[in-house]
């Protein structure tokens, strides 16, 4: 029988990126995945640049996606809420309730930047995601020249800074195996320096991903002619953070 998935109603019907399923986007979990539009960072190397900027033109009622997932909930295991930031959703804590209810697990990749609304639905278990990642972009010094480059922050509001990063990464150290550290190996933000200064901050047991950024379909055009890093230096940073006893991972 079908439960009526439905969102409590706002002015403007929420409209999402959507794929029905994905075998890369929850660990070792079958998944669909929701694309929420709109973030409060402007990170140069993004390359979810129509989501961020809310100019994707394949976008799906957030109820349409509802009704998919529950007519195929038993064809997969998880839903992954991502974007965009997914923690400026209003209706986020609702959303995440409703999948529980239908049996599935939510994994929640977020940028760490709203410690309140992270500690608001780790608080509920009917809205604690079962699997968070965390994106851990540079060291503090670097945070701030990314929050400059952000045309989103405005000055003094911290929890969107480096400091509301720790606080979540704080908040999320209880999740041990449910829980991920995410960073970009991005020319001038992440190197040596910021694996030596931020893996006091990771707890031991938390994988650490390293990903190479990727050109291309950058948030600012001319990251697109940036080289990437190449797979040896990702393996360098990897063994950096093993050597400091973190579990880094290449992915
Ligand atoms: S990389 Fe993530 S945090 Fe940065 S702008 Fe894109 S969606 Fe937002």
Not at 27 to 40: H, K, M, Q, W
Not at 120 to 149: F, H, S
Not at 198 to 212: D, I, K, N, R, S
Request: a negative charge; aromatic letters at 8%.
């Amino acid at each position: 029988m079908m439960n009526n998935v439905s969102l409590p109603s706002s002015s403007e019907p929420i409209r999402v990126g959507f794929r029905k399923t994905s075998l890369l986007d929850y660990p070792a979990r079958l998944a669909s995945v929701i694309f929420f539009t709109g973030c409060n960072f402007r990170c140069p190397w993004c390359h979810n640049r129509e989501l961020v900027l809310g100019e994707a033109d394949d976008l799906l009622a957030l109820d349409e996606c509802l009704s998919i997932i529950e007519k195929r909930k038993h064809l997969v295991q998880g839903v992954v809420l991502t974007g965009g930031e997914p923690l400026l959703q209003g209706i986020i804590s609702e959303l995440i309730a409703q999948i529980h209810e239908l049996g599935l697990l939510v994994k929640l990749d977020t940028n760490g930047s709203l410690p309140e609304k992270l500690a608001t639905l780790i608080e509920d278990p009917r809205t604690r995601p079962d699997y968070v990642a965390l994106d851990l972009k540079t060291d503090a010094r670097r945070y701030n020249d990314l929050a400059l480059a952000s045309a989103q922050i405005k000055a003094g509001q911290m929890s969107l800074c480096f400091a509301g990063v720790i606080q979540s990464l704080e908040l999320l150290a209880g999740f041990r195996e449910q829980f991920e550290v995410r960073s970009v190996v991005v020319p001038d933000y992440f190197d040596e320096e910021a694996v030596e200064t931020l893996a006091a901050l990771v707890p031991e047991e938390t994988p650490w991903y390293f990903t190479a950024f990727a050109p291309g379909n950058c948030l600012d055009s001319r990251w697109n002619d940036i080289l990437p890093p190449d797979t040896d230096y990702i393996d360098a940073l990897v063994h950096l953070a093993e050597k400091l006893g973190r579990k880094g991972l290449r992915r």
